[in-house]
């Protein structure tokens, strides 16, 4: 009896490609699709990579599905990128630092790709992210993947719990070493293939290009140290992100960073690595995954970026209204910024996530 039919996001990518396959050896009905985002790489940017989005990808992914066998479908999804784009946009015009994957995670890979999914008649969706579902007793449960170099369950925190009931992720529990030699094993054209690493609608690289072209880099202003010295003029403050130290355009005898955006007056505040630490942040729309969890528990491992601190940032977490959490960290921690996710671990169990608000340093708990 032939297993249920799946929907697999085929990238182009290796990790979606042994996905794929892993499926097909386990008898699933497996429907490859790829993501068209309407993007167009230009001729002066030949030599980079543009993400996983590119024609090239699709290509890749054409070919892989046409050796595994499966039906393969290409998919126009330019409006509902252009959401994606939108909010990146917005997000820099506010003075905060958009997280584009974990909202195209939610809008479109777990969103309007599921709704296609059920469209086909398939009872799952399946993707080639490093991470781990299992059944709990109080229902899906989000787990770091087995590789720590690569674990993506970070960039998962904002699916709905319901969308990953309906989710298989087969190559979770893989060391990433394994997954290219089961696609050069199996013959697939993708085994040696770079992974992707920039922005798939930034397809020059620099995210500054395409503000520029949606209207500019905002608020023109000012570069202030933190001791109040005026080092520079910008001519916007999209073109900035906390934490940021390179291209800041200020000549000085000691590395600097940025600490603050304002997205009214247009200046940019800078100051030394040690400056750029936060103590405390507020988190909205966070929900949880198949987890009970009680006001004022102390949650050890909290992440703040995709590629953050192995394991996580000590923090003390209170939830301070329904979605909304106050989270204190142990220790200055590096790179909170407005606009990015936060996700709570106990142990390597991804509890539940949301968006981060506000992020201040005051004076931080001691260890």
Known sequence: MPQPRVLAALSGGVDSSVAALLLREQGYDVVGVFLRNGVEKPATACDLKQGCCSEEDALDAARVADRLGIPFHAIDMQREFGGVIEHFVSEYAAGRTPNPCAVCNRDIKFGALARFAE????????????????????????????????????????????????????????????????????????????????????????????????????????????????????????GFTRGQRRGLGVASSEPLYVVDVDAVSGDVTVGPRETTGCAEAEVRDFHAFGARYETGETWLDVQVQYRSTPGGTAAEVRHTGPGALQVRFRGAAPSVTPGQGLAVYRGDRLIGGGWIETARSSDPLTV
């Open 119 to 238: 469209m086909l008649g398939a009872t799952h969706l399946a993707t080639g992210h490093y991470a781990q579902l299992r059944d709990g007793a109080e229902g899906v449960e989000l787990w770091r993947g087995a590789d720590p170099r690569k674990d993506q369950s970070y960039v998962l925190f904002p699916v709905g719990p319901a969308v990953l009931t309906r989710t298989l992720l087969p190559i979770g529990g893989m060391e990433k070493s394994r997954v290219r030699a089961m696609a050069r094993d199996a013959g697939l054209p993708v085994f040696a293939k770079p992974d992707s690493v920039e922005i798939c609608f930034v397809p020059t690289g620099d995210y500054r290009d395409l503000l520029r072209a949606r209207g500019g880099l905002g608020q023109p202003g000012r570069i202030v140290h933190r001791d109040g010295r005026v080092l520079a003029e910008h001519e916007g403050h999209m």
